[in-house]
């Protein structure tokens, strides 16, 4: 089977999968609503009624289980599609409520309950249809056989990363990236797909020409410039194909409705979150007696300096011997610091940052002065980071770990810069939401390693 049949086929099957699991949780949801809620209404709804909200449900399960990547079978790990599935269909469900609420349109609200049971009822089919893919998905599509093309100082840790997804990939193979052109090319004969990082230019743009010109898939750790050439724009002035790059980071229109989204998303919060900002305030209090809040200097758009604010999570003397990263298992964080780290509620009182306009929602982690400076001796493009102001959530925060070297964070928010646009800030966002449950992103960094 060719790769592309082979990938036409996972498709369909993924499909299927994913239409299954939204048909049975309509079932649920329309069992409820014509026995339950259209019953209570006083002018029960009729055909094109029930069928505007069965409608309407659909129709938020597809756009949050999709948002939160739960149609990505094969792609996530079993638990972090489970989450993803939970999470879409979850909030596909409260704002179904809400609409509930607007369409009965009575006081006092209509009892919740029957929303709850369906939820559990959705979350149930939910693993039981995970378990069964999962190992349907396996049984037909095992591990794509790689040639790994690499610097065979990053061979160990490369390994290491595609080991921890041996359901989607095998090493088949590891040849350094010093090797001849044409040993190359013959090396990825007895492979399903090429893995390049590391690779001097030259030789990957012949290597990726091969692999088009032979239908191979290939995987390449991208260089910062083509990540830069992503967000060019194609100009067609003459017969030539020329792509232009603007440099200059958001334009005006998007910072505008940047700042207004972030106005009215940071208020909002600041409403909801405040009464889980006051029970962590006196948690923090009540431990040692010290500060609930700290004050530190970070660096965000052009270079400005502003004081973020955050939840203490380490005593109070943590920095007496000067600015250092946080490690694994590291004594200076407090017990209540583990918890509110590990639920990102230490990042809340962002917000105000975010209101008064020195951050925005979405950006580049804010850093300190003397860490640009060190990031930048070893990597210039890091100050690139500052064309956007920095966010409480990003690009990096979302898809990369605590740990993940700063190169390769540099490289996730320039992915995020080059293809800007308020859609992406919503879905990153929401996704948001996803990486508090996960454990991966707050790993704390091993000692004497620095990370942005």
């Given amino acids: 089977m060719t790769m592309d049949k082979f990938a036409q086929y996972k498709r369909l099957i993924r499909t299927g999968v994913v239409g299954f699991e939204i048909l049975v949780e309509t079932i649920f949801f329309g069992y409820v609503w014509f026995n339950i809620y259209n019953v209570?209404?006083?002018?029960?709804?009729?055909?094109?009624?029930?069928?505007m909200m069965i409608g309407c449900y659909i129709l938020y399960?597809?756009?949050?289980?999709?948002?939160?990547?739960?149609?990505?079978?094969?792609?996530?790990?079993?638990?972090?599609?489970?989450?993803?599935?939970?999470?879409?269909?979850?909030?596909?469900?409260?704002?179904?409520?809400?609409?509930?609420?607007?369409?009965?349109?009575?006081?006092p609200f209509p009892t919740v309950l029957p929303m709850f049971v369906i939820?559990?009822?959705?979350?149930?089919?939910?693993?039981?249809?995970?378990?069964?893919?999962?190992?349907?998905?396996?049984?037909?599509?095992?591990?794509?056989?790689?040639?790994?093309i690499c610097d065979l100082n990053a061979k160990e840790n490369l390994i290491r990363k595609i080991s921890g997804r041996?359901?989607?990939?095998?090493?088949?193979?590891?040849?350094?990236?010093?090797?001849?052109?044409?040993?190359?090319?013959?090396?990825?004969?007895?492979?399903?797909?090429?893995?390049?990082?590391?690779i001097e230019?030259?030789?990957?743009?012949?290597l990726v020409k091969y692999c088009y010109e032979k239908s191979i898939r290939i995987y390449v750790a991208p260089e910062i410039t083509d990540i830069l050439l992503r967000g060019a724009d194609r100009v067609h002035s003459f017969d030539t194909p020329f792509l232009l790059l603007r440099n200059y980071g958001l334009s005006f229109e998007q910072r505008v409705m940047k700042r207004a989204m972030d106005i009215v998303i940071s208020g909002i919060m600041l409403l909801l979150a405040s009464p889980f900002m006051l029970v962590t305030a006196l948690a923090i209090k009540l431990e040692d007696h010290g500060p609930a809040l700290f004050k530190q200097e970070r660096v965000t758009l052009?270079?400005?300096?502003?004081?973020?604010?955050?939840?203490?999570?380490?005593?109070?003397?943590?920095?007496?011997?000067?600015?250092?990263?946080?490690?694994?298992?590291?004594?200076?964080?407090?017990?209540?610091?583990?918890f509110i780290r590990a639920t990102r509620l230490d990042e809340l009182p962002q917000l105000i940052n975010i209101l008064k306009g020195d951050m925005s929602i979405v950006?580049?982690?804010?850093?300190?002065?003397?860490?640009i400076d060190e990031f930048c001796e070893e990597t210039p493009e890091f100050i690139y980071r500052l064309k956007v102001k920095a966010g409480l959530t990003g690009y990096a925060q979302i898809y990369g770990k605590y740990n993940t070297t700063p190169l390769d964070k540099l490289k996730l928010d320039l992915m995020y810069i080059e293809s800007y646009s308020v859609l992406l800030d919503i879905r990153l966002i929401f996704l948001t939401l996803k990486i508090m449950f996960t454990k991966e992103s707050t790993e704390g960094v091993e000692e004497g390693k620095n990370h942005a």
């Fill in 40 to 51: 209570w209404k006083t002018n029960p709804f009729e055909n094109k009624g029930n069928l």
């Fill in 61 to 107: 399960l597809v756009v949050f289980v999709y948002l939160y990547g739960g149609t990505k079978f094969a792609y996530y790990k079993k638990g972090q599609l489970i989450l993803s599935q939970i999470l879409g269909t979850l909030i596909a469900n409260v704002v179904t409520y809400i609409q509930i609420i607007m369409v009965l349109g009575r006081y």
């Fill in 119 to 148: 939820s559990a009822a959705d979350f149930l089919v939910i693993a039981i249809l995970n378990q069964i893919s999962d190992r349907l998905f396996r049984r037909l599509f095992p591990p794509k056989k790689l040639l790994l």
């Fill in 166 to 198: 041996k359901d989607l990939y095998e090493v088949s193979r590891c040849v350094s990236a010093e090797e001849p052109l044409e040993r190359l090319k013959e090396a990825v004969q007895d492979c399903d797909a090429m893995m390049l990082y590391g």
């Fill in 201 to 206: 230019e030259q030789k990957r743009n012949a």
């Fill in 302 to 338: 052009n270079g400005k300096k502003f004081y973020i604010y955050k939840f203490r999570s380490m005593i109070v003397d943590a920095e007496k011997h000067g600015a250092q990263f946080s490690s694994k298992n590291d004594s200076r964080i407090t017990k209540v610091g583990k």
């Fill in 363 to 371: 950006g580049p982690r804010p850093e300190r002065q003397n860490y």
